[in-house]
């Protein structure tokens, strides 16, 4: 796919993207993963204690579940369409590489989609029984599966680990990540659903019309929140086991080094921090509200107190996701490809022989003509533009008039976040300057 990549004002071509993800993956992926799983144990509960409000909250769940796997599915497309607009040869590389995977991932969506649906449209007539308690888990299985495929994928553009020497498939799916992150997704499925049941009691609570009804809306509300609780402060083990892999997965990836430093103390700090302090405060609110005092959770301050936990939450997840995103850039993978979608490793030297590009004998003394020979092509037209020919993502016309030669050179050399330094030698560099100097 060689067709030039669309143009997206102010959010940019990965901005939209991130957007997309950070809307997909809790409210759809994680959601999906831990809500049959919460069903199941319920129904299961259910039988065991003969208490009805278990079984009420399962066929609930699972309802919910189906409309959240039918609805999810437009997000994956989505997903799928926009990185086909957006990054097309990026996109074809991607399907090159996860091919079987993808294809494994037709197989536990369908798994996913039609266990739920079997779960939910079985309940009034099957429930306790073992083989429907197996049918959930069959569709808990499917979400799994499908959660383990797309954790693979994303997980691989920040530590694409032994791939880029192997090309193998393996390396790529179980790349130095792969496990941690999966585990800290594990405890972030239960953590969104418990989250989003929270809001589910409080639903029920405003729509009760009679006492079995509030009974029910704060027994939901105290379960509902023990999931949330639980599985938001255990996250903080997999979370520190997910840090110490991105260092083993960056540190050598790319001439950069590691990108831990700059959550730890550096541009994204603000947002890793941040998150964390976010994920605390969520979860302080929910245990005073609704595990130590579900009554009080229910009067009016309370209510907007669990609102705000859960808005917090998901605002926690929305900043790690941002963080993951730009902890990546210049490159779209670490270290392979930058955002601009060139390989890294073509970059070097293509003026000099070491690429495809058939170019004539590069003379001593910085000259325009060369310069824009070199600008031509390498890998600056990708994204930039003179006289409206070129990328879309900015263009260059008049930068002479903007920047000095000096200044010229450390842009290229240092360029800002975002922008993949240009990796030739010094004596194109010096044509390079020439060339964009001479654009008054």
Request: hydrophobic share 50%.
């Amino acid at each position: 796919m060689d067709w030039p990549p669309i143009d997206v004002p102010v959010l940019g071509r990965s901005g939209l993207i991130a957007l997309i993800a950070l809307v997909h993956i809790p409210f759809f992926v994680n959601f999906v993963m831990g809500a049959p799983v919460i069903a199941v144990i319920s129904e299961w509960m259910g039988r065991k204690t003969g208490n009805h409000y278990f079984d009420r909250f399962s066929k609930h769940l699972s309802t919910m579940a189906l409309v959240t796997v039918a609805v999810g599915a437009f997000g994956g497309i989505g997903l799928v369409v926009s990185n086909l607009g957006l990054f097309p040869k990026f996109f074809t590389m991607g399907v090159s590489i996860f091919f079987w995977p993808l294809v494994l991932e037709i197989f536990a969506f369908t798994l996913e989609a039609v266990g739920i649906a079997v779960y939910r449209y079985t309940w009034d007539k099957h429930k306790h029984t073992n083989g429907h308690l197996a049918i959930g888990l069959v569709g808990a299985f499917g979400a799994w599966l499908s959660g383990l495929i797309i954790n693979g994928l994303a997980s691989f553009m920040l530590t694409p680990g032994k791939w880029a020497e192997t090309q193998s498939i393996l390396d790529a799916w179980f790349n130095p990540t792969s496990l941690a992150s999966f585990t800290h997704r594990a405890m972030a499925a239960f953590s969104i659903t418990g989250f989003f049941m929270i809001i589910y009691a409080l639903w029920k609570h405003a729509r009760s019309k009679s006492e079995d009804d509030q009974q029910y809306a704060k027994w939901s509300l105290k379960y509902a929140s023990k999931y949330a609780f639980v599985a938001t402060a255990l996250q903080v083990f997999p979370g520190l086991w997910y840090l110490t892999q991105i260092e083993v997965g960056t540190r050598f990836a790319a001439p950069e080094g590691s990108v831990v430093p700059k959550l730890l103390a550096g541009p994204l700090t603000f947002f890793w921090v941040g998150g964390l302090l976010m994920a605390a405060v969520a979860v302080f609110l929910v245990y005073f509200l609704g595990i130590n005092n579900p009554k009080a959770g229910l009067s009016k301050w309370g209510k907007l107190g669990l609102i705000v936990s859960v808005l917090l939450i998901l605002a926690t997840t929305s900043f790690m996701g941002f963080t993951r995103e730009r902890a990546r850039k210049p490159y779209l993978v670490y270290g392979v490809v930058y955002g601009n979608q060139m390989m890294a490793q073509m970059l070097p030297g293509f003026m000099t022989g070491e690429s495809n590009q058939p170019v004539a004998t590069v003379p001593e003394e910085p000259d325009a003509t060369t310069g824009k020979t070199i600008f031509e092509s390498g890998t600056c037209k990708a994204c930039h533009s003179i006289n409206g020919e070129g990328g879309a993502v900015k263009a260059l016309d008049g930068v002479g008039s903007r920047y000095d030669m000096v200044g010229l050179k450390n842009l290229l050399e240092t360029p800002p976040a975002g922008m993949p330094p240009f990796t030739g030698t010094e004596n194109e560099i010096e044509h390079l300057v020439a060339y964009l100097e001479s654009l008054k």
